[in-house]
């Protein structure tokens, strides 16, 4: 069983930074995708960014240039380093992942994994 454990997030003014970690255990497979995304009040799920087993990146229009997803050496540890803040950049952030898979083209089908972390709230002030 996959098990992910986010930490980071908090409260920062617009122009701010703020980096997200989530730890994950219990991999089985080799070949996996694990990314974040989003959910604001009253908004729709909007997914943010994704590593895979391959390397490839993938990121959302709206933070494309202000956020950044990496991996730790061990490959257990996803990060997203959140540059350049903006007010609606404010939501929930949930780390997710699946295994034997590879991230989707399309981030809005990472709300369709299958092991979800607890979230982690990002307010971003004007």
């Known amino acids: 069983q996959v098990q992910l454990v986010e930490s980071g997030g908090g409260s920062v003014q617009a122009g701010g930074s703020l980096r997200l970690s989530c730890a994950a255990s219990g991999y089985t497979y080799s070949t996996y995708c694990m990314g974040w995304f989003r959910q604001a009040p009253g908004k729709q799920r909007e997914g943010v960014a994704a590593v895979g087993s391959d390397g490839i990146l993938r990121y959302a229009d709206s933070v494309k240039g202000r956020f950044t997803i990496s991996q730790d050496n061990t490959k257990t540890t996803v990060y997203l380093q959140m540059n350049s803040l903006k007010p609606e950049d404010t939501a929930m952030y949930y780390c997710?992942?699946?295994?034997?898979?590879?991230?989707?083209?399309?981030?809005?089908?990472?709300?369709?994994?299958?092991?979800w972390g607890q979230g982690t709230q990002v307010t971003v002030s004007s």
């Open positions: 997710v992942a699946d295994q034997l898979r590879l991230c989707p083209f399309s981030l809005r089908y990472l709300t369709d994994f299958g092991y």
